[in-house]
């Protein structure tokens, strides 16, 4: 049972343009959402979290949106940049203590 | 300071050897977390320590999987008797325990481990 999804595997998206990443639940007792970036061969690297009693987070060109009525979560990138591109992994906490789950990442591309 | 390393980077072993994997968590971090990602698969749990004790060992996937850690810091994964299908980047993360569980985890660079 997949708790947290990702259902677009990948995105291609324009220099300078907006990247939004999408992120769905199914879990109500998740409480504390995260966001990763994965390079080829590395770890995967935090972005960007956000609270269940909040509705948005912001960080530099990285906001988080979160709509728990309809266990949907995003991540807008703007201005997008060609550094971008990775695998960006939702993730999800709180009904299983510490342990995160995580979505099966979307795949960004910034063209130049 | 210096983040989560794991070592060794690439391990490549023949179907029923044992093996170790080493993650040394960032300083001070209390809690340590064991993941895998198998080929084409997303991030899957495998344990939690806090401090030395391991509260949860639920995603362990069979009794030739076991992880200890000591004096709070190292961890040690070990998978016994290996089999192809144990062939994964198995990462490691690290955080300051908070018991409201809205921590952040950072992980380590990975193992990538080959069964051959």
């Known amino acids: 049972d997949q708790q947290v999804k990702q259902n677009s595997p990948s995105l291609s998206v324009q220099e300078g343009r907006i990247s939004i990443l999408n992120c769905d639940y199914t879990?109500?007792?998740?409480?504390?959402f995260l966001w990763y970036k994965k390079y080829p061969a590395e770890g995967p690297t935090f972005l960007i979290s956000?609270?269940?009693?909040?509705d948005k987070n912001e960080d530099g060109r990285f906001t988080v949106f979160l709509n728990k009525s309809a266990k949907h979560l995003s991540l807008h990138i703007v201005p997008s940049q060609p550094g971008d591109s990775a695998v960006y992994f939702c993730?999800?906490?709180?009904?299983?203590?510490?342990?995160?789950?995580f979505g099966a990442g979307t795949i960004l591309r910034v063209k130049s | 300071g210096a983040g989560v390393s794991q070592s060794p980077s690439n391990k490549v072993t023949e179907k029923g050897k044992d093996v170790e994997l080493r993650c040394d968590p960032i300083?001070?971090?209390?809690?340590l977390y064991w993941y895998r990602q198998s080929l084409g698969q997303g991030l899957e749990f495998l344990i939690y320590?806090?401090?030395?004790?391991?509260?949860?060992k639920s995603g362990l996937p069979s009794d030739r999987f076991s992880a200890e850690r000591t004096g709070g810091s190292v961890s040690t994964l070990t998978i016994q008797r290996t089999q192809q299908e144990d062939s994964a980047v198995y990462l490691c993360?690290?955080?300051?325990?908070?018991?409201?569980?809205?921590?952040?985890?950072?992980f380590g660079p990975g193992t990538r481990l080959l069964v051959l």
């Open positions: 993360a690290s955080s300051l325990w908070d018991s409201t569980y809205q921590e952040t985890q950072y």
């Open positions: 320590f806090q401090g030395n004790s391991a509260p949860d």
């Open positions: 956000i609270s269940s009693i909040k």
């Open positions: 879990n109500s007792m998740f409480d504390y």
């Open positions: 300083s001070g971090h209390t809690a």
């Open positions: 993730a999800a906490s709180g009904e299983y203590g510490n342990k995160l789950v």
